[in-house]
């Protein structure tokens, strides 16, 4: 199936999964091509999206598969003068791999703390991610659970950009199991409070699968 | 202000429709500006992109030379809090600059109960409230839209009311603006240089004046202003400008598709419907305009479904040969095509058939009153067999879904009309048993009652408003009439259609009661969420006024009424004709088959009316 590679920046990052979907439904229709639709009583156009993206989470390596209803010309270009301002399309690839495949997601963090942090702060923060567990209470369907989310960060480096701004980047599992980054912060708020910063900005940067190879 | 913004849209519920940035949005180079407007819908953002109406004049302004017209909506409760918290002041989307930096601001109004939204977005943007307290010509309230036509509560806080169409005034207005700003006018001088715009009110150039029984006794209109504001219309909508490049938004709205509106006006003189009299004359689109506009806006949007627009569809001269080529197109495209307002009377079975090749859409009815008598009285013109007959062959279709409307406490009522309407529902059901040809999914019948509101400019205008308390002895009675288990009845609440009857037919006095309101924290209340009766009888207490005075009172034939200094085309004398036939249970031709004589015609220096 083919499958496209885009990106979800500026105020874009506001647009839930779901409209992410309606978006590019209609983007595809005002780019004049014909997506492939559903059967039944309500036909649909058939997109869906690997690893759903929380609304604010900026990315830059999203991707959409797709199918259309008969052979077309497609490029990036022209589903990009169509889509709304923050998405736009990087690339197309003609038959995506399996989405099983995807196993780890690269992410940056960005921490700021207003009135600043300091070095000792910082080596606390540090020192959060290094303990032997931490554990969260998920709530799914089923109810709650905790889980230890360590084991599913695989890499992570910390660095101060300048007085009030910390940038993270890790590494995570991605599917099976997944760790939303976000939990990340979650889990200052829990076990470090004092170091919970005043605003997270958090950008997807690449998808792997298990050799560590880009994920197309 | 954007890093502000940032941090406290994860704070909210759907910041997508706090942020703009949507396909088709129209952002300008501020240096090649002149003049900018902050156009208002005192709603949410869903309610406020579903407007045709506003897509209409974002589209007039923004082609205007100079002129950069942004939106702006309502923020739902917990945007407005986390806004206040950090002083974040109302702003607009396509530049997120703060609304009081803007040269005017508009504000489109189609519902009473908005009324409170546009004096909280007026706090929301740091601008006064009242009209008077704003002495520069920068950041003038202007408003138009269907409640236009009774603008007087809202008086003390508007500068100047547009009443009409406004695809040609609003481009009059602004351009007067834009001389007046190079100029260096005051605000005074602009705006009795603005009243001469046909169609323009300004209403502190008028004093109202009241009796010691507080009925209000004459309005004087000041400095030469003109007795009475006529109404704007477009002469031809085939030359008149329809936005098909138009905004699609990035996130769910209400009326999420393109609408082709086929006509304005309506022939049908429903005595209860402001709308149906306030629209008039009756003027079309040609067909095949509208089919390119369809097909452009489809194109041009991505939107997979669309609705034909009208006050009634099935009265379009030219809907066959229209709906034809749309369904050919729309199947071809797997675009839904949906047909709403359809009558009862001439929904042909074909169409039915058609439209469904193309997406099954419900069944809807509104016959509004239980009893043959009563629609004769309000001259609703569908009769109890053309009902039966549609859901006849409705159902034989394949269709086991259907959605009724009443109204209760329309003029006349009686008890008898009321277990009318349990009676109708009654036959409907026993129709589905003889003629269904699929009843293993069972019949659903989705009933709701409307509590009956007088409005300005139909002939029910001067009719008093029953109590709430009556209006719920009626709703129980109806309820207890109806025994099958297919029927899901809702009503209206009684506490908002008093509220709307007080503010629709109400005068200047209203103002302070408005401002109190919202001081106490009246705010969407057109939202069952947000709507709380208590805050408004404090408002009317504290201010010692009356609520009942406004709803629950016949007005005289004789009586000077609050919306008199407006004319919308039709006259006086036909909306008590009328009434008075009305009360004689009798109907009137609709104007297809008999011109009434309305007066609409004459609106322009003479129009056709193409009833």
């Given at each position: 199936m083919p499958r496209l590679v885009f990106e979800k920046t500026g105020d874009s990052v506001w647009i839930s999964h779901l409209d992410t979907m309606r978006v590019f439904q209609r983007a595809f229709r005002r780019a004049g091509v014909m997506l492939k639709h559903s059967q039944g009583f309500t036909p649909r156009a058939i997109v869906s999206i690997a690893l759903p993206l929380s609304v604010g989470v900026e990315s830059r390596c999203e991707l959409l598969d797709y199918e259309l209803e008969q052979e077309a010309t497609l490029t990036a270009d022209m589903l990009n003068a169509v889509l709304p301002e923050g998405m736009r399309v990087l690339s197309i690839v003609e038959n995506g791999r399996k989405i099983k495949e995807l196993t780890h997601l690269r992410a940056h963090l960005t921490l700021t703390y207003d009135h600043g942090i300091t070095d000792e702060q910082l080596q606390q923060l540090q020192a959060l991610y290094h303990r032997e567990s931490l554990v969260l209470e998920k709530h799914s369907r089923k109810g709650k659970t905790e889980t230890d989310i360590l084991p599913m960060l695989c890499e992570m480096t910390m660095e101060k950009k300048d007085n009030t701004t910390v940038g993270m980047d890790v590494l995570v599992c991605a599917q099976n199991p997944s760790l939303n980054p976000q939990l990340l912060i979650n889990a200052i708020e829990i076990y470090a409070p004092e170091l919970m910063p005043d605003a997270v900005k958090i950008r997807r940067m690449e998808v792997y699968d298990t050799e560590g190879q880009v994920f197309r | 202000m954007n890093e502000r913004l940032q941090r406290i849209l994860p704070k909210v519920q759907k910041p997508a429709r706090y942020v703009g940035g949507e396909y088709g949005q129209i952002v300008k180079n501020k240096e090649d500006v002149r003049l900018r407007v902050a156009?208002?819908?005192?709603?949410?953002y869903e309610i406020g992109m579903s407007n045709v109406g506003m897509r209409i004049l974002y589209g007039v302004m923004n082609e205007m030379d100079g002129v950069w017209c942004e939106r702006v909506f309502a923020p739902w409760g917990d945007m407005e809090e986390e806004m206040t918290k950090a002083g974040i002041p109302l702003y607009a989307l396509e530049s997120q600059d703060p609304v009081k930096d803007f040269d005017m601001v508009a504000f489109t109004i189609?519902?009473?109960?908005s009324y409170t939204n546009i004096l909280n977005m007026l706090r929301l943007a740091d601008m006064p409230l009242y009209a008077k307290d704003r002495p520069d010509l920068k950041g003038i309230v202007f408003a138009g839209g269907v409640c236009a036509v009774n603008p007087e509560p809202l008086a003390d806080f508007i500068d100047f009311f547009c009443v009409g169409e406004g695809e040609e005034m609003t481009v009059e207005i602004l351009s007067l603006y834009d001389k007046a700003k190079a100029e260096g006018w005051s605000k005074e001088r602009f705006l009795r240089q603005v009243a001469t715009i046909g169609g323009v009110y300004v209403p502190a150039l008028y004093e109202h004046h009241y009796g010691e029984d507080g009925k209000l006794t004459a309005i004087e209109p000041l400095d030469g202003a003109p007795k009475t504001v006529t109404k704007r219309i477009i002469k031809d909508l085939d030359k008149a400008y329809y936005p098909t490049d138009t905004i699609v938004p990035s996130t769910e709205i209400v009326h999420d598709r393109t609408n082709l509106e086929v006509f304005r006006g309506c022939i049908r003189g429903c005595r209860f419907c402001q709308a149906g009299f306030c629209y008039r004359p009756v003027r079309p689109r040609n067909a095949d305009t509208l089919y390119q506009q369809a097909v452009e806006s489809l194109e041009t949007s991505g939107n997979h479904e669309i609705t034909l627009a009208s006050l009634s569809t099935s009265d379009y001269k030219q809907l066959e040969p229209l709906a034809d080529k749309l369904i050919d197109y729309c199947e071809a495209k797997k675009i839904n095509l949906s047909l709403p307002s359809l009558r009862a009377d001439n929904f042909s079975r074909e169409l039915m058939l058609k439209v469904q090749r193309v997406r099954k859409s419900g069944l809807t009815f509104a016959p509004e009153a239980g009893t043959q008598r009563l629609r004769d009285a309000i001259n609703k013109n569908v009769t109890e067999e053309e009902i039966l007959t549609t859901c006849a062959t409705a159902f034989s279709g394949g269709w086991n879904n259907v959605k009724l409307y009443f109204m209760l406490g329309l003029p006349t009522e009686t008890d008898e009309d009321v277990l009318g309407i349990a009676e109708l529902v009654w036959k409907i059901i026993k129709t589905w048993k003889d003629t269904a040809t699929n009843k293993k999914r069972g019949l659903s019948i989705n009933l709701a009652t409307a509590f009956f509101v007088p409005k300005p400019f139909t002939p029910f205008q001067w009719e008093a408003q029953i109590t709430p308390e009556e209006y719920m002895r009626r709703v129980h009675l109806l309820q207890d009439a109806l025994h099958s288990k297919a029927v899901d009845y809702r009503y209206h609440g009684s506490d908002l259609s008093y509220l709307e009857a007080v503010l629709a037919r109400g005068d200047r006095r209203l103002g302070k009661v408005l401002a109190r309101a919202m001081e106490l924290g009246a705010r969407l209340d057109g939202w069952d969420e947000y709507f709380n009766n208590d805050i408004w009888m404090q408002a009317f207490k504290e201010c010692g006024m009356d609520p009942a005075f406004y709803a629950q009172r016949a007005y005289g034939q004789e009586e000077v009424l609050p919306w008199q200094t407006i004319d919308v085309g039709v006259r006086q004398e036909f909306l008590w004709q009328e009434r008075q036939q009305a009360y004689l249970s009798k109907v009137t031709p609709d104007c297809r088959v008999k011109?009434?004589?309305?007066?609409?015609?004459?609106l322009e220096g003479g129009v056709k009316c193409d009833a």
């Open positions: - | 156009f208002c819908f005192p709603d949410t189609g519902y009473e109960m011109c009434s004589a309305c007066g609409a015609n004459c």
